[in-house]
């Protein structure tokens, strides 16, 4: 993507809906956008704040006309927020300085087309349940082959949405805990440091020794666009497994690319990176399917690999039809049900809010013969009668 003369890498982040890009010197970029040497840059003057749930930035915002050089075809004059200060955001060994949010905002009905060298296969879609996030609906989850028999509303609890701007699968708390019981139970190692699934640890092996072979894979089953039907996307262990640092001469340390969250299931970066996925909003569906770019992704730089294998092992599979008889008709909680519940409880709250502050404004405007006054004439307690007896 162009900037005017300027060239930079964006990331499209499908969980977020701003277009931003460095707007001052950062250490850890090699270039940003001088908004002052673009004559075609108009100021808005608006002063954003972005909050992410890893990271922060805050900038202003202005026009500029942008090209792009694959996708679409012209030039757009688009907001662009300019980030002045960031915390978190740009981190060590990125190769992107800015940010394409592409939830449903107007920018991203430019973007689209399928490019079919950059997947193989069937393509399958998934409808979109609501239209914020890209939200989906999952039927079912299996570690190693095996159902994890959970309802299938915890997959969706409370909402489970794709997310290219989301690093790791996230997973609900509870099927979080059921994912790592399952691995663990299937996987052939003993013994795991326990910060590892919580992600404080890595655990590491010698290099020449590949852990993959140790870990089962993970399927996610789909809503088919015929609701009678789904389809599942699998990752192996290498997608999840992730090789992070070298340690010494020969050990090779990885990180559990999995993570818990309180609020959603994410299929972030973590799965994505096995598939092509095509976000297809005019007929409110997500699309997936083999990438033919994953193993590129993951493997040496300089060293191309044609076939989506790492090590001569694919990385995901994508599998279907199958029957959605064994789950229920629909596993996405529907809020207009827990609607009305938080009206009557905030309705109860504010009532009994109500009821103490009366209850206070009466004790206040009560008549002063309920107080103690303590003067000479009206004395209250013994002691001081006392006092005053003595005087006599
Ligand atoms: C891009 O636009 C030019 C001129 O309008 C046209 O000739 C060309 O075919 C377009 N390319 C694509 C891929 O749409
Ligand atoms: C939906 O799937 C069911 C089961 O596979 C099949 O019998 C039915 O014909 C399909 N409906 C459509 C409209 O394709």
Same mark, same amino acid.
């Given at each position: ?21 460095? +707007? &001052?010197?950062? &250490? ?10 673009? !004559? ?14 890893? +990271? ?29 200060? !960031? ?48 939200? /989906? ?27 290219? +701007? ?8 509870? /099927? ?32 020449? *020794? ?11 089953? %789909? ?50 990176? +096995? ?6 909003? &005019? ?10 770019? &994953? ?20 990385? !995901? ?14 596993? /996405? !909680?529907?809020?207009?049900?827990? *609607? ?24 206040? %405007? ?27």
């Amino acid at each position: 993507m162009s900037i005017f003369f300027l060239q930079l890498n964006i990331l499209v982040d499908t969980g977020s809906s701003n277009f931003a890009v460095a +707007g &001052a010197p950062n &250490a850890e970029l090699t270039t940003y956008f001088d908004s002052e040497k673009s !004559s075609t840059y108009m100021p808005l003057g608006i002063e954003v704040s972005v909050k992410y749930t890893q +990271g922060s930035w805050i900038g202003t915002l202005g026009t500029d006309i942008i090209t792009m050089p694959k996708g679409i075809n012209g030039t757009y004059t688009i907001n662009i927020a300019t980030i002045s200060q !960031s915390d978190n955001f740009f981190l060590k060994g990125i190769k992107w300085q800015g940010i394409l949010g592409l939830a449903y905002d107007a920018l991203a009905k430019i973007l689209g087309g399928i490019e079919p060298s950059l997947y193989k296969g069937e393509i399958w879609y998934t409808p979109i349940q609501r239209e914020w996030y890209y939200q /989906v609906e999952i039927l079912k989850l299996e570690v190693g082959g095996q159902n994890l028999n959970l309802d299938c509303k915890e997959y969706n609890s409370d909402k489970a949405i794709v997310d290219s +701007g989301t690093t790791l699968l996230r997973l609900p708390e509870k /099927v979080f805990s059921a994912v790592v019981e399952a691995i663990i139970q299937s996987s052939l190692i003993q013994e795991f440091p326990s910060g590892f699934w919580s992600g404080t640890q890595l655990a590491c092996w010698v290099k020449t *020794e590949k852990p993959w072979t140790f870990f089962p894979e993970i399927s996610i089953y %789909l809503r088919d666009e015929n609701v009678s039907r789904s389809f599942r996307i699998t990752i192996l262990p290498q997608l999840y497994i992730q090789p992070v640092l070298e340690y010494g001469q020969n050990l090779a340390c990885y990180r559990f690319g999995i993570s818990s969250s309180n609020n959603a299931l994410v299929i972030g970066a973590t799965v994505m990176e +096995g598939f092509y996925v095509i976000f297809d909003r &005019a007929q409110k569906r997500v699309g997936f399917a083999l990438s033919t770019c &994953a193993a590129i992704l993951l493997s040496k730089p300089g060293k191309k690999l044609k076939k989506l294998e790492i090590d001569g092992s694919p990385v !995901s599979e994508i599998k279907g039809p199958f029957t959605t008889a064994d789950v229920a008709s629909t596993c /996405v !909680s529907t809020i207009s049900l827990h *609607e009305p519940l938080l009206w009557i409880v905030s309705y109860t709250l504010m009532s009994f809010c109500g009821l103490v502050l009366l209850v206070l404004v009466i004790l206040l %405007l009560l008549p002063p013969r309920c107080r103690h006054h303590y003067t000479d004439n009206d004395i209250v307690n013994d002691e001081s009668s006392l006092v005053r007896h003595r005087w006599k």
